[in-house]
């Protein structure tokens, strides 16, 4: 059985990728091998890349592609994807065509709040506790201006704190709930930065003031940002809508608006009507060095914030135009992090134009939008699976190490067959044949 390691993190590099290969992998020079083709030749840039976390033993890529021709309020934008599933890139392609040429996205920022929290327990009575609170609340916001006091100057900072008595839900328990504005920054260290100073002064307020009957449990921001909101939109005339399907443009919008209305109380459908979704705003996210796992919190829990999960985006014909939009919470920022740090995260900046924050939360959206109108376009047509196996079967003929003049029979033979691996491996074994 194998043993647990002490002291692992304090191994060099090459001590750690030693006790791995040797210790979990059959062949130890092959696995080495494999992590070593990943190492960035440029010391410079793979020290850059092991110091953005902590025992790191190589690099691990995703494809980054772009999605040309977007046009977001009247702006043309080639939009940046990391994404490891084929057919994503592709069909956002697609839905930007076939949206330029009917006006384009159109987008709003709506709201640009974030959240932070203190949680503590506190046995007095909620009067007495309103009261201290009513009290320190000054005393919280100016002990916190050498936090606060550059995001000040540039316009944001600390919006609000206020106190939540959530004691019917559990004893004692309150909160501070601290609304900010952050500006181009995502804030988390902000904002924790601030709660964290928030607890201290409450604390030392408590003990003087509560004879030290209160207990800060923690300080952190929420990534639920219900009022961080964006909204997206498309419309046409529903005649409009007629390009590339074999269902009429009137049959087509019903169908569109049915599959959204499903999504919308069907909670099994809601779910993958919103991976979809993700599938483009988590590739714009992560090519732009932002916090996938934050986004994908905050937006799922907004998709149930009635109680039950529904869909993001909605359809409606109304006097004979098709309307398709989405609105979604997205705390984002394009200062901080790994934007100055990962380059290509700054070149996918310089793509987008340096957007502001509330410029990428528009981008994000419409990359959202986008690709739930062109999962929804398949699905109430053709169905997915024609364009996704021909998607697919570039990575199953590289997955049988096709040549590339192999690859160019298979697909010009798949473009009449159906695509599935044992297709491709009897095709391709055919072919290797002859
Ligand atoms: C696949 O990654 C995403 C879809 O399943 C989304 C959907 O069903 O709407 C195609």
Request: glycine share 6%; aromatic share 8%; hydrophobic share 40%.
């Amino acid at each position: 059985m194998t043993q647990p390691i002490a002291g692992f993190s304090k191994l060099s590099k090459e001590g750690k990728i030693d006790w791995l290969v040797s210790t979990f992998f059959k062949d130890s020079d092959q696995a080495k091998s494999v992590l070593q083709q990943y190492i960035n030749s440029d010391q410079k840039l793979q020290q850059l890349h092991d110091e953005f976390i902590e025992n790191t033993i190589s690099n691990y890529y995703l494809p980054l592609g772009v999605a040309p021709n977007f046009l977001i309020n009247g702006k043309l934008y080639a939009i940046p994807m990391a994404i490891e599933e084929s057919s994503v890139v592709a069909a956002a392609s697609k839905a930007a065509k076939f949206w330029y040429d009917r006006g384009g996205f159109k987008t709003k920022v709506i709201s640009t709040e974030k959240i932070g929290q203190v949680h503590f327990i506190c046995r007095k009575n909620t009067e007495t506790i309103k009261a201290f609170f009513a009290d320190i609340k000054p005393k919280l916001i100016l002990e916190a201006k050498s936090i606060t006091k550059n995001m000040e100057k540039r316009g944001g900072g600390i919006l609000d704190i206020k106190l939540r008595d959530k004691t019917k839900e559990m004893p004692g328990y309150f909160q501070l709930h601290a609304s900010f504005e952050t500006l181009d920054a995502m804030g988390a260290n902000f904002i924790n930065s601030c709660l964290e100073q928030f607890a201290k002064t409450l604390k030392q307020e408590a003990d003087r003031v509560l004879d030290g009957q209160l207990d800060v449990v923690m300080s952190i921001l929420s990534n639920y940002v219900p009022n961080c909101l964006v909204r997206a939109e498309v419309s046409c005339n529903v005649s409009e809508l007629t390009e590339n399907t074999n269902i009429s443009a009137e049959e087509f919008a019903k169908k569109m608006v049915q599959a959204v209305s499903i999504a919308e109380i069907e909670p099994y459908r809601a779910v993958t009507h919103n991976k979809g979704i993700m599938n483009g705003i988590d590739a714009v996210v992560l090519a732009t060095g932002n916090d996938f796992r934050a986004v994908e919190a905050g937006i799922h829990a907004y998709a149930a914030k009635d109680g039950q999960y529904r869909s993001l985006t909605h359809a409606k014909v109304e006097n004979g135009v098709f309307t398709f939009w989405m609105e979604i919470p997205l705390a984002l920022g394009t200062v901080g992090g790994l934007t100055k740090l990962h380059p290509l995260v700054k070149w996918a900046l310089e793509l987008l134009g340096q957007p502001s924050a509330k410029e990428l939360m528009q981008i994000v959206a419409v990359a959202g939008l986008a690709q739930n109108f062109a999962a929804l376009r398949s699905l109430t047509t053709t169905g997915i699976q024609e364009g996704h196996m021909k998607m697919h079967l570039m990575n199953i003929m590289n997955q049988f190490r096709a040549s590339s003049d192999e690859k160019a029979s298979l697909v010009a033979h798949f473009k009449n067959h159906i695509v599935s691996h044992s297709a491709v491996e009897d095709a391709l074994i055919d072919l290797r044949k002859n």
